[in-house]
Nanobody, 127 residues
Framework: QVQLVESGGGLVQAGGSLRLSCAAS????????MGWFRQAPGKEREFVAA????????YYADSVKGRFTISRDNAKSTVYLQMNSLKPEDTAVYYC????????????????????WGQGTQVTVSS
């Protein structure tokens, strides 16, 4: 069992930055690939970014590529999402997730391939 707790959300003006953190419980953090997803009101949860177990590979949604950076610190059991040049359309609840599937490439964008989810943190970008 893995428990995930997100933090770092808040209200920011367009063009600003935020850094989200997701702390995981347990000593098996390095065995999971990690992802960030977001869900805006009235919309489905969508993929934002993912990182492999050893940080070798990272993937981003086209809408955030070049603005967001995902990273992880296995020693601290924490995954981060640095968000720069924020836009009003980035407003959503952001969730981190941990997946234990054998594969990572090709499946990282699917919510069904993640086993554990955090409670989410609200990010609001004002225009």
């Amino acid at each position: 069992q893995v428990q995930l707790v997100e933090s770092g959300g808040g209200l920011v003006q367009a063009g600003g930055s935020l850094r989200l953190s997701c702390a995981a419980s347990g000593r098996t953090f390095s065995t999971y690939y990690m992802g960030w997803f977001r869900q805006a009101p009235g919309k489905e949860r969508e993929f934002v970014a993912a990182i492999s177990r050893t940080s070798t590979s990272t993937y981003y949604a086209d809408s955030v590529k070049g603005r967001f950076t995902i990273s992880r610190d296995n020693a601290k059991s924490t995954v981060y999402l640095q968000m720069n040049s924020l836009k009003p359309e980035d407003t959503a609840v952001y969730y981190c997730a941990a997946g234990g599937n054998v594969l990572f490439t090709g499946i990282y964008a699917y919510t069904s391939k993640y086993d554990y989810w955090g409670q989410g943190t609200q990010v609001t970008v004002s225009s």
